[in-house]
């Protein structure tokens, strides 16, 4: 069974640092490529950052780009979002989400070009 859990989240001020992590289980994670989304109340999912499944190709929104870093521990299994310069529209759940290398490129920034999904972790930024 695979699975994706994300954790890390919480309250932070604007200005502040978040690292959120994704452990994947459950399937050969170095097959995978990796996205971060986020969706804050009543508004779509919306995609973040991803990175390719050797982790040498990366790609962002342009709202995050400069203050948000996505990178990935093969050997871990583990996808990570270093945030920076955190504001408080950045506030949502942020959710990880697997791509299959079958599929084409890691670039890929719909949410239904991804097959697996985790829970979610809130990220609250206040101002």
């Known amino acids: 069974q695979v699975q994706l859990v994300e954790s890390g989240g919480g309250l932070v001020q604007a200005g502040g640092s978040l690292t959120l992590s994704c452990a994947a289980s459950?399937?050969?994670?170095?097959?995978?490529?990796m996205g971060w989304f986020r969706q804050a109340p009543g508004k779509e999912r919306e995609f973040v950052a991803a990175?390719?499944?050797?982790?040498?190709?990366?790609t962002y929104a342009d709202s995050v780009k400069g203050r948000f870093t996505i990178s990935r521990d093969n050997a871990k299994n583990t996808v990570y979002l270093q945030m920076n310069s955190l504001k408080p529209e950045d506030t949502a759940v942020y959710y990880c989400?697997?791509?299959?290398?079958?599929?084409?490129?890691?670039?890929?920034?719909?949410?239904?070009?991804?097959?697996?999904w985790g829970q979610g972790t809130q990220v609250t930024v206040s101002s």
């Open positions: 989400a697997g791509r299959s290398r079958l599929r084409g490129t890691y670039y890929a920034t719909q949410a239904a070009d991804y097959y697996y």
């Open positions: 990175v390719g499944w050797s982790g040498a190709s990366t």
């Open positions: 459950g399937l050969t994670f170095s097959s995978w490529h």
